[in-house]
C-alpha cells in the first residue's frame, strides 16, 4: 500500500494556472501507474488524467486534453498535473491514486482500477 498526500490546490482566477502536487510514502513509485480524479459539489468523482508508471504513456479526458498535463519525478515519488487555461467548470477536489502494475503502458481510467487514493486538494476557479 503506498500513501498519497496531495498539495498545491487553491483559488485561480479563470485563464490562470495551478500546479498539483501527489507526494508518496510508503512504498517507492516504482511499478504504480498514477491517476488524477476530481469531484466538484454533487457530482460523480470522475476521471481527469493517468500517467503510466514508465511515464512515457499518459491519457486524458476530453474536458481538460490540451490544458492539463500529468508527470512524475520517480526520484522524489511526486506526481503532477499542471493545470492550465483554467475554467470555471474545473472547480473541484481534486483526488490522486495508485494502481501497481507490470505493465509499463498502462494508464487506469476508472475509479475501480485503482488501489490507493489520496485525501485531495480543493481547487476553485473565479470568473
Known amino acids: 500500500q503506498v500513501q498519497l498526500v496531495e498539495s498545491g490546490g487553491g483559488l485561480v482566477q479563470a485563464g490562470g494556472s495551478l500546479k498539483l502536487s501527489c507526494a508518496a510514502s510508503?512504498?517507492?513509485?516504482?511499478?504504480?501507474?498514477l491517476g488524477w480524479f476530481r469531484q466538484a459539489p454533487g457530482k460523480e468523482r470522475e476521471f481527469v488524467a493517468a500517467?503510466?508508471?514508465?511515464?512515457?504513456?499518459?491519457y486524458y479526458s476530453d474536458h481538460v486534453k490540451g490544458r492539463f498535463t500529468a508527470s512524475r519525478d520517480d526520484a522524489k515519488n511526486t506526481v503532477y498535473l499542471q493545470m492550465n487555461s483554467l475554467k470555471p467548470e474545473d472547480t473541484a477536489d481534486y483526488y490522486c491514486?495508485?494502481?501497481?502494475?507490470?505493465?509499463?503502458?498502462?494508464?487506469?481510467?476508472?475509479?475501480?482500477?485503482?488501489?490507493?487514493w489520496g485525501q485531495g486538494t480543493q481547487v476553485t476557479v473565479s470568473s
Open positions: 510508503g512504498r517507492t513509485l516504482t511499478n504504480y501507474a
Open positions: 500517467i503510466s508508471w514508465s511515464g512515457r504513456n499518459t
Open positions: 491514486a495508485a494502481r501497481w502494475t507490470m505493465d509499463i503502458t498502462y494508464t487506469p481510467r476508472r475509479l475501480g482500477e485503482y488501489e490507493d
